[in-house]
C-alpha cells in the first residue's frame, strides 16, 4: 500500500500538525510504501519572504525527522525538487472544472484573508495538491479534517481522468484520525489550531518551550461549568480531553472516565504535563538536528530522487493518455 501526504513549510509547526498529521506519517512508515513531501511550492500562494521560506523549509523538515520519520524506511523530499508536480499540475487542469476549485472552503478563507493580492496560485493550490497524490499512485493520505474537501477533490478529478483518458490514476482514499482530526485554538476553541489563523496564545508550537506550553494549556479558554464532557456546547473541555486522548492512544469516553468528578483546574494540569513530555523528546532531537543543513539538504535530495523515478512513470504515462507529446517509444 502507498501512503502519501504533504506539509507545508510556513512557519512553526504546531500540535495540530502534529497529532492531526505527522504522527500518522510516523505510522505510515510501519504500514506500508510511505513518501512525504514538504510543499514549497504551495507556500508561495500567499504572501511570504523568500528568505524565510528556505528557512522554514530546513525547520519542517527537521520536525519531522525528529518525530521519527526515518530516510531508509520512507521518502521525504521537497516538493519544488521534483518537477513533475507541477506538470502533472496543469495536465490535470485539464479535467478540473472551475466551479469545483470555486467551492474550496480554503480558498473561500485563505482569499478573504490576503491583502495585497489573492493569487491564481491559491486558486489552483488544490489542482496542485492533487497532483502530488496522484503521481505516486497513492492509495491513502493521512491528513487532519481540514483536508477532507481537498481529497474529495483529488477523487473526482482521478475518477474524470479515468473515464475520460481510461484507466490510469489511482482513486485515493483519506486517512483522517478518530481522535485529534482537529486541534481547537486553545485560546479560540471554536476556531482550528492554524498556523495562519489562530492566536499565539492558543497554538502550542511543537518547538515551544516546555514552560511555555504549561503556560498556554493551563491557560486555555473553558466553558462557566464544572463537568468534564465531550460536548459541542463545552468545546474548550472537548478539546483538552481529545488532545488527551490522542496522546495517549486513548478513547475520549476512557480520557472522560478518568477525569469524572475532577475540577478543569486538574484536567488542565494534566493535560499540559502530557503535552509536554509528548513534545520534549522531539524538541530536543529538533536541537540536534537544524544545524546541519548540508545533512538536511542531503536527505531532501536523495528523497527527490527516489520520488522523480516513481512520479516521472505516472506523468510519462498520463501524457500518453492524454497524447501530449511524442508517441513513446514501446521496448
Ligand atoms: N488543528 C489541526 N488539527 C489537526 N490536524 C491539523 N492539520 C492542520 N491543522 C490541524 C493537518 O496538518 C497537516 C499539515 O498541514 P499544513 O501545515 O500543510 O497546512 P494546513 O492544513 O493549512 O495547516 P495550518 O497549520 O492550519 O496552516 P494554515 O495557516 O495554512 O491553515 C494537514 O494534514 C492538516 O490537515
Known sequence: MRIFSGIQPTGRKHLGNYIGAIRQYVAGQDRGDAIYCIVDLHAVSVAYEPADLRRYLYDTTAILLSAGLDPNRSILFRQSDVQEHTELCWLLCAVTAHGELNRMTQFKDKSAKQKDLVSAALF???????????????????????????????????????????????????????????????????????TSASTDQGTVYVLDEPKAVLKKIKSAVTDSGTEIRHAPDKPGIANLLEIMAAIQNKKIA??????????????????????????????????????????????????????????SATVAEVK????????????
Open 124 to 194: 489552483f493550490y488544490p489542482v496542485l495538491q492533487a497532483a502530488d497524490i496522484l503521481a505516486y499512485k497513492t492509495n491513502e493520505v493521512p491528513v487532519g479534517d481540514d483536508q477532507r474537501q481537498h481529497i474529495e477533490l483529488t477523487r473526482n478529478i482521478a475518477e474524470r481522468f479515468n473515464e475520460r483518458f481510461g484507466d490510469t490514476l489511482v482513486v485515493p482514499r483519506h486517512n483522517i484520525p478518530e481522535v485529534g482530526a482537529r486541534i481547537m485554538d486553545l485560546a479560540a476553541p471554536d476556531q482550528k489550531m492554524s
Open 254 to 311: 476512557e480520557v472522560e472516565q478518568a477525569f469524572a468528578g475532577a475540577r478543569y483546574g486538574d484536567l488542565k494540569v494534566a493535560v499540559a504535563e502530557a503535552v509536554v513530555a509528548y513534545l520534549a523528546p522531539v524538541r530536543e532531537r529538533y536541537l540536534e538536528l537544524r544545524p546541519d543543513e548540508a545533512r538536511l539538504e542531503e536527505i531532501l535530495s536523495a528523497g527527490a530522487e527516489r520520488a522523480r523515478r516513481i512520479a
Open 320 to 331: 500518453d493518455r492524454m497524447g501530449v507529446g511524442p508517441k513513446p517509444a514501446r521496448s
